[in-house]
């Protein structure tokens, strides 16, 4: 995804601690409901980030929380736990990381190594993944391979897509969540409302299809 990075992990045991402090105040005190949503997140020219933006498009000013130490005007992806203010400023309290999923264009480089799907799904430009892979706090590897294109029976077109999942080394010990994410004029330009876009994904009970709407 370009500019697109992975979020350090020591962001997110920060955030967790900052969370839990919260949590922990006075039981007669309310506190305003926690959103949570999969956002981009862009930093200034120091690395900082500054400015949060959900899928739908909502714009937040995240300045000043010292979310420092980032790439220089990039764009990062990551699941966020955050409270609105209700003037366009937003608290961050958790953030977890998203894997940018590119395109392999290589057939024989195609690995189907299975895992758990809790969800995919389409919001804004970007279709979304909640998967749950085995593993051993090891590396492994996502992408997408473009599999074919079809006429659908709504008179538009369906891309067939399949999941590329690298197991590597990585021995399958035990579940963790992932997150995953790629812009949907990746896979598909120019889509209508009778077009979508249908996910082959190896799982551990076999193959199987995932259908979204691809506009």
């Not at 279709?127 to 599999?147: I, V, Y």
């Amino acid at each position: 995804m370009g500019a697109e990075r992975s979020l350090p992990r020591t962001i997110v045991a920060l955030l967790a601690v900052a969370f839990l402090l919260v949590a922990c105040g006075k039981e007669n005190e309310s506190y305003p409901s926690l959103v949570t949503e999969m956002v981009c997140l862009y930093t200034d020219r120091d690395g900082t980030m500054t400015q949060m933006v959900t899928d739908d498009g909502t714009q937040y000013d995240i300045s000043g929380q010292q979310l420092t130490g980032y790439h220089a005007s990039a764009l990062y992806r990551g699941v966020c736990g955050f409270v609105p203010d209700g003037s366009g400023k937003a608290e961050i309290f958790t953030l977890m990381p998203v894997t940018a999923l590119h395109e392999v264009k290589d057939a024989s480089e195609i690995k189907r190594d299975p895992t758990d799907v809790i969800s995919i799904w389409r919001r804004g430009p970007f279709l979304n993944f909640h998967l749950s892979p085995m593993t051993r706090g090891g590396e492994q590897s996502w992408a997408f391979f473009k599999d074919s294109v079809r006429a659908n029976s709504l008179g538009g077109s369906t891309y067939y897509i399949s999941l590329i999942h690298d197991q590597g080394d990585d021995v399958a010990a035990y579940h963790e969540n992932l997150y995953a994410s790629t812009f949907v004029d990746s896979i598909a330009q120019n889509r209508t409302a009778a077009d979508s876009i249908s996910v082959a994904v190896v799982t551990f009970d076999g193959l199987r299809h995932y259908r979204v709407s691809g506009e």
